[in-house]
């Protein structure tokens, strides 16, 4: 069993996301601030290389376009900025240059992707809509379209298709949405596929509700696009087949999950407020949960934190006992008194998986589409780690629990 790849990018300060180049030689991450930092592989270590300051509020996403090595960039500032490497003119090194974007909305923007074929992007706002850009070489910006209906509240997520098309949406109005994102100047005529045929700008191809009213925290298509899966704050999981139709949803017993990535057309990865990524399988038959790519119970059985996976350091002036207990409590709900159910044999307060506290991210790192080797996680620990995804944990040995519903739609 290969063990996980763990990178400690920062000690106190959250990833908010991260996106990796085509080669995975570099990384580009917002720590949680309005700069975006870019880090270069160095043996087994990173270095930063580059930050980009365009941005005057948070960073809440970024993308890299493998093809064009493009990144692109969403904020609270309600900008959203599109970089490329250049020529300075006076040194001759390459610099990361912004392309403003008219995104044309009063909210911030929360979530930011390529589509497929890097031709426009989707940016997710808390103006109850979606805008969809394109470049206009005549003036040399990049210029949007909004989707708005029927949208009620912050758009948090978005995926695309791989037709280049449409787009996946969860909100905090309780609803996964798919909607066609055709523009007419950019796209083909797409292919008909289970969620439609004609397909102009707007068009609602899906709407789903979340099972017990949570705000949907993530969306993502399978590989071919036939099925999308949904995340919402109820801890709940949902698998939709529109040609069936039917909609398979995993209740869990643990915390919320707020971002899922794809591996296989029958396999997809969640994460969230627990901590560790958590593998779901099946088909049209059926969904359910099987494990993780985390072990905690085999580091519990260790007796400690993980060597070399940031533990503590050591003893001092606020790094006694009695400090952590209270950091930890107040931190991430994990207390020793005893009779709490959070009390472990450690002396320290620290979590047995590897990342400790909420992952922010998970994203598909090696393998190609349909076929994902490895993926990528970001936290609020400071952490970015890399899973092989053949190594899962059975569901038995993590303590686990999942409950599986069919729900028939009407």
């Known amino acids: 069993m290969a063990p996980p790849e763990v990178y400690s990018l920062s000690q106190q300060t959250p990833v908010t996301c991260h996106a990796f180049n085509a080669d995975r030689s570099q990384v580009a991450v917002s720590l949680n601030s309005h700069e975006v930092l870019i880090y270069a592989r160095e043996g087994n270590d990173w270095k930063l290389t580059d930050t980009l300051t365009e941005h005057d509020k948070q960073v809440t996403s970024i993308d890299w376009a493998p093809k064009s090595n493009r990144i692109v960039t969403s904020a609270q500032d309600r900008n959203a900025y599109v970089w490329q490497q250049t020529p300075d003119v006076q040194t001759g090194h390459m610099v990361w240059k912004p392309t403003l974007v008219l995104l044309r909305v009063n909210r911030a923007a929360t979530y930011v992707r390529w589509s497929p074929n890097e031709d426009k992007f989707a940016v997710a706002s808390g103006a109850r809509a979606i805008a969809i850009c394109s470049f206009d070489p005549e003036g040399d910006w990049w210029v949007s379209r909004l989707l708005k209906k029927p949208i009620r509240s912050t758009v948090l997520s978005i995926d695309w298709h791989p037709n280049n098309v449409l787009l996946a949406a969860g909100s905090a109005d309780m609803k996964a949405r798919v909607f066609s994102a055709y523009i007419k100047d950019v796209d083909k005529r797409p292919a008909a596929t289970v969620w439609g045929e004609k397909l102009p700008f707007n068009t609602i191809c899906g709407e789903y509700q979340s099972p017990s009213g949570g705000w949907v925290h993530g969306v993502a298509f399978s590989p071919s696009g036939d099925v999308l899966a949904f995340a919402s704050h109820d801890s709940t999981v949902s698998i939709v087949y529109p040609g069936g139709p039917a909609i398979y ?29 958590l593998v779901f399988s099946g088909n049209e038959g059926g969904w359910e949960l099987v494990g993780s790519l985390d072990d905690p119970q085999a580091n519990k059985a260790a007796g400690g934190a993980r060597s070399g996976f940031g533990n503590a350091s050591p003893v001092g002036r606020l790094n006694s006992a009695a400090f952590n207990t209270f950091r930890n409590a107040a931190e991430r709900g994990i207390s020793n008194v005893p009779g709490s159910p959070t009390t472990g044999p450690s002396s320290e307060s620290e979590l047995f998986t590897v990342h400790q506290n909420t992952i922010t991210s998970v994203r598909p790192y090696a393998g190609a589409r349909g076929n994902v080797t490895k993926v990528s996680t970001s936290g609020v620990d400071g952490k970015l780690v890399v899973w092989d995804t053949s190594v899962v944990t059975p569901i038995g040995a993590t303590g686990l629990a999942g409950k599986l519903g069919k729900v028939q739609l009407r």
């Open 249 to 277: 949803t995993i209740k869990m017993s643990t915390l919320p999950l707020v971002t899922l990535a794809w591996t296989t057309e029958d396999s997809l990865i969640a994460a969230g407020h627990d901590c560790q990524p």
